[in-house]
């Protein structure tokens, strides 16, 4: 009797195994429950004001570097005689002294986020450097193929494009428990810079990010996003940064300004 | 009767693989070679004199500049400038390993090889307590890890004094290293957040990507100290911190704030960009001896 009852027992797990894992993995994967919005199921709180805390890439940062450089940036070819003909002023008389504001550089220009829940499955990041405005918008249910897919709508391009956004959280874990992280997929931008100095990228820019939180020792949160920049045209490659903020208490250093091109 | 028993093994057994499956997706394969993305200046180390993105105490700021690289000429400070935090700030990639409890089929810690001077780390995954405050700091240090968030968080004590950058800029005994993982797809982050009660004002937080790679990365010795001229007993190379001869070569070359340059907090926040904005000047393209994508780090 009990060897028939632990060979039923058995024979039981084995559906279970197959199918509880693979179903959990998958619903996480989609973004959190079914019916619920972004917000409610974000594994992560992302809300509030950040400030950049430069600490990587300074001098292509916090200055201008010098024209023509592009260290670090794995530009094509196609990239140079653009690199080389940067015209800041130019720029500033064709109305273009957002084009190193754009999605693939935002992130990395320093500056304070203000992040807020625009609706209940809509991020909204403003930039008080540039004063930019990004949206990310969830798709319940969307897997983060079927995300960056939809991002190619076809509305007008622009310097922060469309952005499709999918939580991808934890589950379980040993301590702590939670988290995850914020997966946002962004095209149909406007060619912009990489850098201030004029390093280009084209229209057919992907970004992709993926947005972290992490405790710091004082008892403070870090934003990290890891940042990538896929272009077939102006570059050979990846070009992968991973600028960094801290959380504020409020928005008291908020300092709005205008896009520039020199500076 | 027979039907119940079953029933409930059966509960228990969806709850195990439920919690199993939960449990597994919150951790990573970590193992693997990680091949370094160099698309981040986090090295800073091609000058002598260059502590860009630091907040350096007074005190850091004048050992810093009081150094000279013949110090590793001397045996007892060859491998000072490799410690810990080099696993980020060096220019190589992540080999990791692991070893498992054969028993219960456990990750016991990960391996992080060496890599030329760079002595390697073992993350202890087993929940071992530290070492006693006392115990024997080394140029590794002490790590345990756990998984958290989706990611593996460790954090490194008992390191021996050295560098925190390998140009002489100190880092105490006391210091404290805290490491973040991050893996999202093929890509590896690794945040890095140190903390030095003496001779930093706020944290060096650098964060750097790895891509998984194909092809096994090669070992490289760590380092290993070896005589170099100097005898035990002769002085240490060093220069008066307001006469060493390179503190403005890197303000000049790229035309930087000397504060910046020193590693000043303040220089580490947006506000900064605004008050040197009408000051600055960019430096002039380059037009010889360029190096790599038109910069001019080439020293002549």
């Not at chain 1, 509030?48 to 070819?77: D, F, L, Q």
């Not at chain 1, 920049?229 to 570059?235: A, N, T």
């Not at chain 2, 693997?32 to 993305?37: F, K, R």
């Not at chain 2, 073992?122 to 140029?139: F, K, N, Y």
């Amino acid at each position: 009797m009990k060897t028939w009852s632990a060979a039923a027992t058995v024979l039981l797990i084995i559906p279970f195994w197959v199918l509880a894992g693979p179903t959990a993995v998958r619903a996480q994967q989609q973004g959190g429950g079914a019916g619920k919005s972004a917000r409610d199921a974000a594994p992560i709180d992302l809300t509030g004001y950040w400030v950049s805390y430069v600490t990587e890439n300074w001098r292509y940062r916090m200055v201008t570097p010098a024209k023509g450089e592009y260290r670090r940036i794995p530009s094509s070819r196609a990239a140079l005689p653009l690199i080389n003909a940067w015209d800041p002023a130019a720029d500033e008389r064709a109305g273009n002294q957002c084009k190193s504001y754009g999605a693939g550089a935002i992130m990395s220009v320093p500056g304070r986020l203000h992040i807020t829940w625009q609706d209940a499955d809509t991020l909204r990041i403003e930039t008080d450097a540039g004063t930019q405005t990004r949206l990310f918008h969830f798709s319940p249910g969307a897997s983060a193929a079927t995300s960056a897919t939809s991002a190619t709508s076809p509305g007008p391009r622009s310097w922060q494009g469309e952005s499709t956004a999918t939580w991808e959280p934890a589950t379980g874990g040993n301590a702590g428990g939670g988290g995850g992280s914020l997966r946002v997929v962004t095209s149909n931008l406007r060619a912009g810079y990489l850098r201030k100095n004029g390093v280009p990228y084209s229209e057919r820019t992907t970004v992709t990010e993926h947005f972290d939180v992490a405790p710091l020792p004082d008892g403070g949160r870090l934003l990290l996003v890891t940042t990538i920049v896929e272009d077939p045209v102006y570059l050979t490659g990846p070009y992968v940064v991973s600028p960094h903020f801290k959380k504020e208490p409020d928005g008291s250093k908020w300092d709005p300004t205008p896009c520039s091109s020199t500076w | 009767m027979l039907i119940h028993l079953v029933a409930r093994r059966a509960a228990v057994a969806f709850l195990l693989a439920v919690l199993a499956a939960s449990k597994a997706s919150a951790q990573f394969e970590f193992v693997g070679s990680w091949a370094p993305l160099a698309s981040e200046d986090v090295q800073n180390d091609s000058v002598p004199v260059d502590y860009l993105g630091l907040a350096l105490t007074d005190e850091a700021r004048s050992r810093a500049l009081s150094y000279d690289e013949s110090q590793k000429s001397m045996i007892e400070r060859q491998c000072a400038g490799w410690g810990a935090a080099y696993m980020v700030l060096g220019p190589f990639g992540l080999r990791v390993t692991s070893q498992t409890d054969p028993v219960v089929n456990r990750v016991v810690s990960f391996t992080i090889g060496a890599w030329e001077d760079w002595n390697g780390m073992i993350i202890w995954m087993d929940g071992r307590p530290r070492p006693s405050e006392h115990a024997l700091h080394t140029q590794a240090g002490f790590t345990v890890g756990r998984w958290e968030g989706g990611a593996l968080a460790a954090r490194t004590t008992h390191v021996k004094a050295g560098f925190i950058r390998k140009t002489g800029v100190p880092l105490t005994d006391q210091a404290t290293i805290d490491w973040r993982f991050f893996r999202h797809g093929d890509l590896l982050t690794v945040l890095m957040v140190a903390t030095d009660p003496v001779y930093l004002v706020e944290p060096e937080i650098v964060s750097k990507s790895f891509r998984l790679s194909r092809t096994p990365l090669d070992y490289r010795a760590e380092c290993v100290t070896a005589y170099e001229g100097r005898e035990p007993g002769d002085s240490v190379p060093h220069y008066a911190p307001d006469q060493n001869p390179f503190a403005d070569e890197f303000v000049n070359l790229y035309h930087l704030p000397r504060e910046a340059v020193l590693g000043y907090r303040e220089t580490l926040y947006p506000e900064y960009r605004k008050k040197i904005k009408d000051t600055y000047v960019p430096p002039p393209p380059c037009t010889s001896s360029c190096g790599a994508a038109g910069n001019f780090v080439l020293r002549q």
